[in-house]
């Protein structure tokens, strides 16, 4: 017997649902921004394996989506363990659906909140599921310039020190968005803590660089930056042959003893 129903969850919920039931492949087809950024951050919160998602968008949304470092790092883990695999197409003219091997839904939003509806219908799962798959196997790699956070988190802590890792997964979850309309980039995040815990800026830009953060240029470039705006300050540190080096510090050596809480917010007011 098949019949249709309208689910009364929101879409976090319903991947959640969907991760805990489903071990085959999911395909997700033209999921709107909120979506997407949804599906990503539910698969990073799902507790155990989940099963291999397969998206098929526009070329439009996952340059809007994946604007947000935190998203996008989320997003480019979930790649590496080869557990969502995003593909774009010029154009896709449909409302967006969810396809596994027994059910379709349709996501429809309602006065800005989404509404899921769901068939069973076996012949129409096939004819969908089919239809789709195809279209995602001919559609184009999306491509993430933006390396894994768990790579990011562990380099830093490697190579920067405990403490200064620590201060950016603080700084991160303080600041929730990090996108181009933020008024501090993770660049500038990484200098931050840096200059908190005093570490040269020769190690964290070749860190930087190394892991695929930004080349050592731009750290330069975002560490004058933020000299201008007098948040911080530089001294130099002799070294047996060359140049000296340069130390990150606070121009205000109060902020040393500052909370992220308290730090985020001078940051946020200099920066701006």
């Given at each position: 017997m098949t019949h249709a129903e309208l689910l009364d969850h929101d879409v976090a919920e319903l991947f959640q649902e969907l991760f805990e039931t489903t071990t085959e492949p999911i395909l997700i087809v033209n999921p709107s921004h909120a979506e997407l950024e949804s599906l990503i951050v539910s698969a990073i919160e799902f507790d155990g394996e989940g099963p291999e998602l397969r998206v098929?968008?526009?070329?439009?949304?996952?340059?809007?989506?994946?604007?947000?470092f935190i998203i996008a790092s989320h997003a480019a883990d979930l790649i590496d363990r080869e557990q969502l695999q995003p593909r774009s197409a010029p154009e896709i003219a449909r409302n967006?659906?969810?396809?596994?091997?027994?059910?379709?839904?349709?996501?429809?939003?309602?006065?800005?909140?989404?509404?899921?509806?769901?068939?069973?219908?076996?012949?129409?799962?096939?004819?969908a599921r089919e239809t789709?798959?195809?279209e995602w196997e001919g559609a184009d790699e999306v491509t993430l310039r933006t390396p894994p956070l768990s790579e990011i988190r562990e380099t830093l802590r490697e190579d920067i020190g405990d403490e200064t890792a620590d201060d950016f997964d603080e700084f991160l979850e303080?600041?929730?968005?990090v996108d181009s309309e933020s008024p501090l980039d993770e660049v500038a995040i990484s200098l931050i803590v840096a200059a908190k815990n005093r570490v040269l800026l020769y190690d964290i830009s070749k860190w930087g660089e190394d892991v695929g953060l930004a080349s050592k240029a731009t750290f330069s470039r975002t560490k004058t930056h933020l000299e201008d705006t007098g948040l911080i300050d530089t001294e130099k540190v002799p070294i047996d042959v060359g140049r000296p080096?340069?130390?990150?510090?606070?121009?205000?050596?109060?902020?040393?003893?500052?909370s992220i809480g308290e730090l985020l917010e001078r940051a946020r007011s200099q920066t701006a």
């Open positions: 098929l968008t526009d070329e439009q949304t996952p340059g809007s989506v994946f604007d947000d967006s659906l969810l396809i596994t091997t027994d059910r379709i839904i349709p996501l429809v939003e309602i006065n800005g909140e989404i509404t899921s509806l769901q068939s069973d219908d076996s012949e129409l799962v096939d004819r789709f798959m195809s303080a600041t929730e968005t080096r340069l130390r990150l510090r606070f121009a205000d050596e109060d902020l040393h003893d500052a």
